[in-house]
């Protein structure tokens, strides 16, 4: 073994990042103490150093620590430098190496950079550091986020390995709090890590230049490689979802997206098991259950999330985020009881970060809508309301479709929601809107004009409960019996119609497009049962057919037609007629063409989806 040493420079030196944060590191595991996962060797010993008149001694701030001789393999004509700044190496075949390649810029500093010991200082810093970023990883799953973040901003300002936790830390607080101070804050402390990689890269670039075969090899540890299979992988699922117009444009330059590449680098960053790849495997289960689950909520690899999850809660049993992906893997079994129960135990778990228990409520609230329980799901969109920032204009308006319909249903001769508490929260919906890239998001816009619409028809709304249900993707949640029930509701209202209330084209087209999908969905369901109702797909086609023939009346709501379409072609893809789907998918895009309705970005989303899979279906069919 090779014995490389961290020593703390006096302050006359220039290079003190890599050894003193090299120190600090070493320190912090020492108070905390041994990891269950710890990778550095344990046959760490001390090295007496001689001074130049040959006496021996030890330095209370030498940190000596156990690397492959194989990293380090240092030529034999080359000496260590003195220590100074203005030192020269000794002449050899490595240093006149170095001088021919190096750029006039790093001229003056030359000796930081150019000797072999400096290189091992720089691996040392690595391993200790990498160390203590494992350690305060634990912590972070173990619910015990301030800890993990006092350790890693106690470093963030002089190692990138600290200051990429810690960014990915406050990154994701912003976006769960959606707090501009977070966001800056995030951003000014990846960008101190992308200028830490930076020195870093200078330091080492000449040496690995000359050792790249045999050093590179041993570098390329699972830490690495995990992070290298989290980045590609994340980036080729990101590119299939781009839309064709666009993702043409990104062909010319080589860029080309690939669902299945990237799930196949996630899943082998999650073998690697180094330090990303918990969050290869959260991406994996994030891809599944929620990209995925509004895409083609019924081809969702559930079996792959239970698998991941398992793994690591054996680890870390009470971390919240795989629990929290636990409880939606239930949720979308339809095991209703179980999901409540994982989601409340989520809730009982920390305190430390609040935003984690807003996920919880919002998953809380839709159990108990598809219960019909409205009052409390009306509790769990107030409570999201008050505490949450990411879209108070969708939970108020959430907050009054769930109020009107405990109105409405609690007696059936009410026609209207003329109870001054629900006007006023319609009302006050408009005033909570929020500007992302100086635009407005479409969901909150979609929220206005059905707030606007409440008012202009006189305090009243055709099911907004059901509707809200359908455009944030929970009828694909719904078991057979609640689908039939909703369809009950939707066409006591569309046939028997509303005293003294004259639906317009509007509500009607409406109205039969959520009986449509409803009868869609039925089909999904009970598909593989013999004893089903073989009825269901021509029930499905003939609503969705009645919401479509409303097409040159609707006066407003005109995402109806847009949905009507798409749903229509993906009824004709289950069938098996593709060259119809593909009509209806043309169709679609028309509509679009033609005038701008309420979350069009939403179903043009899913309509380059749909394409995917109908071209997919129709090579596989010749």
Known sequence: MVFGLFRQRSSGESSQDGSHNAERAAADLREMGPSPQQTLRDDSVERTVRNESGEGFLEDN????????SNIAIPSDVDAPSGTEDSEPKPGPFIDLIEQNRTIERENNLSAMTTPEMIVDLDLDINLNMELVHKSLDLLFDNKFHEAEAILKKHCETDMHFA????????????MTYDSREIEKGY?????????????????????????PTYEEEYLSNDFLSGICLGYGCFQIALSMVPPKLLKILELVGLQGDTADGIKALSQGVDFDGLRSPFCAQAIIAYETAFKFHLDPYNMNLGTVDRLTSKYLERHPVCVSFKFFAGRAEELRRDLKAARHTFENCIMLQNEWVTMHHTCWFELMWISSLEQKWNEAAEYAERLFGASNWSKTSYLYLLATFRHAQFVD????????????ITTLFKDVKEYQIRVAGKRLQIEKYCVRKARSFKNQKNFLFLPALEAMYIWGIFSLLDVATAKDFIHQC???LVNGITDIQLCPDDRGLGHLMVGVLWKHCYLLTKDDPERDGSYMQKAEDSLTLSLSYEKQISLDHFIIGWGNYEMAELHWLKGDY???MEYVKSCKKVSSKIKYSLESRVMFKVHNLTERIKTSAQCAT
């Open 62 to 69: 030498l940190v000596a620590v156990a690397v492959p001789e």
């Open 164 to 175: 990429l936790g810690y960014g990915a830390m406050l990154t994701f607080q912003a976006i």
């Open 188 to 212: 000014s402390i990846l960008a101190k890590g992308l200028e830490l990689t930076d020195s870093k890269r200078q330091k080492r670039t000449d040496y690995l230049r000359m050792k790249a």
């Open 410 to 421: 609690s007696d059936p001769s009410r026609k209207y929601a003329n109870n001054p508490n």
């Open 491 to 493: 066409d006591d209202k």
């Open 579 to 581: 060259k119809k789907a």
